[in-house]
């Protein structure tokens, strides 16, 4: 069993997106139960097919396709979770934070379920909505030039350079429940998949609570509308890179670690 960390969304700025939904998990000195998840739940929260959301116990082998993890979620809102469990706590907050995102993702994936072949091989869109869903990180920002500095790997220059425009004109947030979960013991290496979404400055400037809540609503309508979903939509972000959210990027030669903040691969440098 993991040890439980009654804390553990203050610890970092990395968890800030979940602090709102999450601020009754500080009172518990053992791990929540089901039942405790599930008293954290907004009423509204539904999935795309109406039905009201709720935690419950993993199920067995899964005989039919209505069973399957994402079927049960949008036929009948059940989200399978384990208890003393990091991953599935994050996949639950993350619920309560972006639940239009998470519906959406939901509907997807039961769309491509339903229309699969039933030979258990998931499709292109399946494996971008899983990757986004378990290794997404937004990027909102106001200036294309820095964005192009993410898709071009230049990360000392934005990062270290230009960091004090990358405050003002950037923000990065966790969606990804599986990167919350690294997140409580950060590593080198640590990754994500990023979105890059160009918004308006009014947006960045947002509290955190309320720009979360626009960002839900942003996202839902990004996946709704994307007919076309790929693993190729995504950047790779080396996470610890970000200003703030990890002390030794105050130092410049932090940036130089080139096995970590990786250059742009070479067939990437022939076509730009």
Known sequence: MDEWQPGFLQSSPMFEPLRGVGSALAEFDRWPTLEDYNALLNPLIRTASGAALQFVPQAG????????????????????????????????LVWLAFPRTKAMLNARHFKSISHSTGEG?????????????????????????????????????????????????????????????KALKPYLGFTGKALLLKVEKKLIDLAPEEQTQD?????????????????????????????GWWEANECAAF??????????????????
């Not at 069973?67 to 036929?75: N, P, V």
């Not at 009948?76 to 991953?87: K, L, P, Y």
């Open 121 to 181: 091989n998931r499709d292109k869109t399946q494996d971008a909505l899983t990757l986004f869903d378990e290794s997404g990180i937004v990027v909102l920002h106001a200036d294309d030039e820095l964005a192009g500095q993410i898709r071009d790997f230049r990360w000392k220059e934005l990062f270290c350079e230009r960091r004090q425009e990358v405050a003002e004109k950037m923000r990065f947030v966790i969606f990804g429940h599986s990167l919350y979960e």
């Open 255 to 272: 940036y130089d670690n080139g096995s970590y903040f990786r250059p742009a691969p070479k067939k990437k440098i022939e076509n730009s």
């Open 215 to 243: 960002l839900d609503a942003l996202l839902a309508d990004h996946f709704s509308s994307s007919d076309q979903l790929s693993s190729k939509d995504f950047t790779p972000l080396p996470i610890l890179g970000v200003p």
């Open 61 to 92: 082998k899964l005989a039919h396709m209505e069973d399957k993890y994402e079927a049960r979620i949008y036929l009948n809102g059940e989200v399978q979770t384990r208890t003393a469990n990091w991953h599935d706590l994050f996949n639950a």
